[in-house]
């Protein structure tokens, strides 16, 4: 059996550690590549057959990196496409390769990814999460090279950017490819439809460096200098990040006084909702270790953790990171202004992907409110099937409630489905966390089916049923109905969808009819949307229309334009507009314009930032605002190593 060959499902990579680093420049005739034996044997993900396009990959190892290279042939490298400048893109539109890599080989969707597109531009992915600052998500090298027959790829990450234990171990890995022209991937790696984590490829018997000289404390001081009209005001405020390694594997991390409000967070939509929506948080305290603080998350209870609850922050500290390879902790401690108190905690222990157990709490106090939230979660995994539940305890002064949710789940090939029961009580709601409906209990069934066909001009086309039947605890309906949505995306590049839904709700029924259209030659920056939607909510009928459109009419120009509008009572409107102009990969200049019935708000910003060192942020206006402020903001941000 060769070293590359499959072994109960899953491959195996030898341990070889390289005699001199490779310089990273995209030429794989460096004497270091010619000594390490290639991988190769790729196959389609979703045909599971061997790819039409050969690839080869290396792998290799010293005290200080790893080294990773590519060989991406095809027959017509016309056909490869890459756009992205930016470090930290989605590259889902490019040609580009993955290394995927997990050193505690936990298999509980931990590991790391790095990514390289034909254009060499980097991307990451580093378990557990990370912000954005350049210093913090770590620093490594990549490069690429074309040549007639396709493009090349080499990487150099450094042991100091992962997580990881000592000594001798075997590690997860894979290699993947993607192939934008096609929306196909290779993977080196096949582990089954669904992804079984057991089948996880094996880089065998590597040895792993201390993690001493990692341990740097790492500093990002800033300043802000501010001042705006109406009512006049000026300041100047100050404030630090600060990062510090506690061990080769946890992480601590302190602020103090950070700077939230020039944080673009995501503009919430303007259509009808009958409960709060959920929106991400972009806050680089709260991006870093975010995996640690997923807390009771997914079904009718929400999240037991929702960090957009925390608006202002005066200090702060957390920790994070793995305890051995199979317990991950995540942990932090918040004081905001007027003598508010946050925590957030939660320990986690995994069994090689089969399953996990977790718990977890939650604390809030200021002066109108003490409560604390403690619970548990488990999950265990039987081949294609498995068992979950969830349990949360609210401790207010009197005023408890319990909440739980049990759920089942198949996953098959083109099939999933889920079966949950949730009991959420009314008196249910943590301030932390995110609750889309309480005060019920009842079933939640979601079916699932997709295709990917490999000829024909349907290029993928599938379907989603929900059926919901929730109750109030005096039997009354809380919500029950049926959702259908349906997809289909042409390989001429359009795609179409269709929902329809029928649910009852204590006070009316429900029906509405949505289509969308889109098309994209699977270029982000030029891209068309529109959406129709027509139905009753009750008594009271109700139509909605959207549109969007994505241009990059000259080369560093990116121009986008959104619009919705509903008429249900009331019209509500929503335009959205961008621009954004890429002086070079550090350097831009953007502007976005938010109208929401009468009130617009507008800003335009500066960046200097997205590399190692000094960064600068030039903002007039107000990105977070509901309307136009007359404010000019400079901030200066400067990281300081040791």
């Known amino acids: 059996m060769t070293p590359f060959a499959h072994a109960e499902s899953a491959r195996r990579w030898p341990s070889e550690k390289v005699i001199a680093p490779p310089v990273i420049d995209g030429d794989l005739a460096d004497a270091t590549w010619a000594a390490l034996k290639p991988g190769e044997g790729f196959v389609d993900i979703l045909s599971q057959e061997p790819s039409q396009f050969k690839t080869e990959v290396w792998l290799g190892y010293d005290a200080k990196a790893v080294y990773v290279a590519f060989r991406c042939s095809h027959p017509d490298p016309s056909q490869i496409v890459a756009r992205e400048v930016l470090p930290g893109a989605s590259f889902a ?23 390289v597109n034909a254009i060499g531009t980097q991307t990451e992915v580093i378990g557990g999460g990370r912000a954005e600052k350049r210093e913090w998500r770590g620093r490594w090298k990549a490069a690429t090279k074309r040549w007639e027959g396709g493009y090349t790829v080499e990487m150099e990450i450094p042991w100091a950017i992962l997580d990881r234990p000592q000594g001798t171990r075997d590690l997860s890995i894979n290699f993947e490819r993607r192939h934008a022209a096609i929306a196909r991937t290779d993977v080196w790696n096949e582990m089954g439809r669904p992804a079984q984590p057991e089948n996880e490829a094996l880089w065998q018997g590597v040895q792993l460096p201390a993690g001493t000289s990692d341990r740097k404390p790492q500093i990002l001081a800033y300043g802000l200098l501010e001042g705006r009209q109406d009512p006049s005001f000026e300041r100047l405020r100050v404030g630090l990040d600060a990062k510090v390694k506690l061990s080769s594997t946890m992480t601590g991390i302190g602020t103090l006084y950070p700077d939230f409000q020039n944080i673009e967070q995501q503009v919430e939509a303007v259509g009808f909702t009958r409960t709060e929506r959920y929106q991400s948080d972009r806050r680089p305290f709260f991006a870093e270790g975010d995996q640690y603080f997923n807390v009771m998350t997914g079904g009718g209870m929400g999240s037991g953790f929702y960090s957009r609850r925390i608006r202002e922050i005066d200090s702060a500290a957390k920790v994070y990171g793995q305890l051995n390879p199979n317990t991950q902790l995540g942990a932090f401690a918040a004081l905001s202004p007027d003598n508010e108190f946050n925590f957030v905690g939660k320990v986690q222990r995994t069994f090689a992907g089969q399953g996990a157990v977790s718990a977890f709490a939650t604390a809030h106090q200021d002066e109108n409110r003490k409560e604390t939230l403690m619970g548990m979660a488990g999950t265990k995994r039987f081949g294609n099937f498995s068992l979950s ?7 207010r002064v009197g005023d408890d409630a319990s909440a739980y949710q049990m759920s089942g789940t198949l996953k098959a090939p083109n099939l999933s489905s889920l079966l949950s029961y949730r009991s959420v009580p009314t008196n249910y ?32 086309y599938g379907a989603t049923s929900t059926l919901i039947d929730d109750r109030q605890f005096d039997g009354k309906v809380q919500q029950r109905g049926v959702q259908l949505d349906m997809f289909a995306s042409l390989r001429s590049f359009h795609t179409f969808s269709m929902t329809y839904a029928s649910v009852q709700f204590p006070d009316a029924t429900d029906r509405i009819l949505a289509t969308e259209y889109s098309f994209s030659r699977r270029d982000p ?31 560093n120009l990116d121009l986008g334009l959104s619009w919705y509008q509903e008429e249900f009572g009331p019209v509500a409107s929503q335009m959205i507009g961008t621009a954004s102009w890429q002086f070079d990969p550090k350097r831009s200049l953007s502007a976005r314009l938010v109208r929401n019935g009468t009130q617009t708000n507008s800003y335009l910003a500066y960046r200097e930032a997205g590399f190692a060192g000094s960064e600068i942020y030039v903002i007039l206006g107000d990105p977070n605002a509901p309307s136009f402020r007359s404010r000019l903001a400079v901030k200066w941000v400067m990281p300081i190593g040791f």
């Open 93 to 115: 539109n490019d040609d580009h390769v993955t290394f995927a890599i997990d050193p505690f080989n936990a298999r509980s969707g931990f590991e790391s990814l790095f990514r």
């Open 525 to 555: 920056y030029n891209s068309l949307s529109l959406g129709y939607s027509t139905g009753a909510r009750g008594t009271q009928s109700t139509r909605s229309y959207s549109a969007g459109i994505r241009r990059r009419p000259i080369k």
């Open 389 to 395: 539940g969830q349990l949360g305890r609210l401790n």
């Open 429 to 460: 709601r943590p301030y932390l966390g995110f609750a889309s409906f309480v005060g019920f209990a009842g079933p939640l069934w979601v079916t699932s089916y997709a295709l990917n066909p490999t000829k024909g001009a349907l290029e993928s």
